[in-house]
């Protein structure tokens, strides 16, 4: 039986600086019209996606994020649960969030995050906001995991980084963004490198098994030639998702998206 209930949902993958792209993809569709009803994200999309929830445009919301260097990401901690720091991205939605709470957001968000101490993935929809997008965001050695209620979360993107789960059947159209392909990477030396190639190798299969069951599916595949801590590439990464979004929508029947009344 049809649960829908929102007109058009979209899906935001991980995958690191190059959820930059997610934001062109985004200024693209609302460019033609088309504004998500419902989003669903992890990690890197879980970012982007609970800023534009909260009211910004895409544009704004690459403004608020280019804020956060490669520093931020790469500024070293005591190594007993992860070997970076991720306090630059708190900072981030403490000070650039207006909501508080899922419940607070103008659009509806869903985030994903994977609970470690049961090995399965866990959508969030309620209650604080920044702890469950760090927590989807924290990538499994290079960051601590998040304690939420006396459990242990690490990256969404673990078990689940093309989230549509949560919003299949409920959606008239879905839309997915998927941002983390694999190229080839000449070096592969170094505890962080290897442990950042490993995790991306494991997040691509997502994308081959779970294409078919959108609607409307972009994956920029120049996007391999970005490093996922490649922060200084915002605007090229912006640039990029909005160009493939726009090749796409003229490929595609705009009728079938139709989302009047729902825009910003």
Do not use: W
């Amino acid at each position: 039986m049809s649960e829908e209930k929102y007109n058009i949902g979209l899906v935001l993958s991980g995958g690191g600086a190059r959820g930059f792209a997610h934001l062109g993809v985004l200024q693209a569709l609302n460019e033609a019209g088309i504004f998500p009803d419902i989003i669903s994200g992890t990690s890197a999309g879980a970012l982007a996606g609970v800023l534009y929830c909260d009211g910004n445009s895409p544009r704004e919301i690459l403004k608020i994020m280019k804020k956060i260097s490669r520093l931020d990401y790469m500024r070293p901690t005591l190594p007993r649960d992860g070997l970076l720091q991720i306090s630059g991205i708190t900072k981030l939605l403490e000070t650039n969030l207006r909501a508080k709470k899922f419940e607070d957001l103008k659009i509806p968000l869903i985030v994903t995050a994977t609970d470690l101490n049961h090995g399965k993935a866990v959508c969030f929809s309620n209650g604080d906001l920044i702890t469950t997008i760090i927590a989807s965001s924290s990538i499994p050695v290079l960051f601590k995991p998040v304690i939420i209620n006396k459990i242990y979360y690490v990256d969404g993107g673990v078990l689940d980084n093309l989230p549509i789960k949560p919003i299949e059947n409920k959606c008239h159209r879905i839309i997915g963004s998927f941002v983390n392909p694999v190229g080839y990477e000449a070096s592969t030396s170094g505890l962080i490198k290897i442990a950042v190639r490993t995790f991306m190798l494991d997040l691509t299969k997502e994308a081959e098994g779970k294409a078919g069951r959108f609607d409307l599916f972009i994956a920029p595949d120049e996007l391999k030639n970005f490093g996922f801590l490649d922060t200084d590439k915002a605007d090229d990464l912006f640039k990029l998702g909005y160009k493939v979004t726009c090749e796409k929508l003229n490929e595609t029947d705009l009728s079938l998206f139709n989302s009047a009344g729902s825009g910003k």
